[in-house]
């Protein structure tokens, strides 16, 4: 079965750095392209950026450059998104998904989600 | 950035009834559009690509249409399990990637 599984959980002061995780299975990891989406607290969809496994080739919306980190470690099919110092306004739930290219660029797995929560 | 606009913000409806939503780009994204559905405390599920292809498993009472800047998901007769929230998404300027706003399909 193809699947992402993302770490559990979080709960964080403002200014804590944190580190969450999507891990493949099923599929060549390396193959596809694998993004980040943000959902705030009952709001929609917003895209945050994507990374290619296979050569760590790594692309930001421009409201999220400069703000988070992504990246891939190949070798355990493993995506993370980080924050070095996080914000209150970083209170979402953050999914990883898989890219398929075709005429679209369409996210066709999708993981259960990481809700990740920053109060003092 | 292209920005893609979904209405109505909310459609109220009935099961049986036929849906129809709109996502209108502020330019031409060609046939390069998704279209996703989210239910309450789940990820969204993808539902349509390259704007009329669906996606495996998703039954035949969803379909999309479109091209250009105008799109169409249609659902041709509700089922209690279709009230959800629907996103359509673009990638004409990849890799810039943008959602629409959603529209929130309720039971009438």
């Known amino acids: 079965e193809v699947q992402l599984v993302q770490s559990g959980a979080e709960v964080k002061k403002p200014g804590e750095s944190l580190k969450i995780s999507c891990k493949g299975s099923g599929y060549s990891f390396t193959s596809y392209w694998i993004g980040w989406v943000r959902q705030m607290p009952g709001k929609g969809l917003e895209w945050m950026g994507i990374i290619y496994p296979g050569d760590s080739d790594t692309r930001y919306s421009p409201s999220f450059q400069g703000q988070v980190t992504i990246s891939a470690d190949k070798s355990i099919s493993t995506a993370y998104l980080q924050w070095s110092s996080l914000k209150a306004s970083d209170t979402a739930m953050y999914y990883c998904?898989?890219?398929?290219?075709?005429?679209?660029?369409?996210?066709?797995?999708w993981g259960q989600g990481t809700m990740v929560t920053v109060s003092s | 950035e292209i920005v893609l606009t979904q209405s109505p913000a909310t459609l109220s409806l009935s099961p049986g009834e036929r849906a129809t939503l709109s996502c209108r780009a502020s330019?031409?994204?060609?046939?390069?559009l998704a279209w996703y559905q989210q239910k309450p405390g789940q990820a969204p599920r993808l539902l349509i690509y390259d704007a009329s292809n669906r996606a495996t498993g998703i039954p035949a009472r969803f379909s999309g249409s479109g091209s250009g800047t105008d799109f169409t998901l249609t659902i041709s007769s509700l089922e209690p399990e279709d009230f959800a929230v629907y996103y359509c998404q673009q990638r004409s300027n990849w890799p810039l990637i943008t959602f629409g706003q959603g529209t929130r399909l309720e039971i009438k």
């Open positions: 330019q031409s994204v060609s046939s390069y």
């Open positions: 998904v898989r890219a398929v290219e075709m005429a679209t660029v369409f996210f066709d797995i």
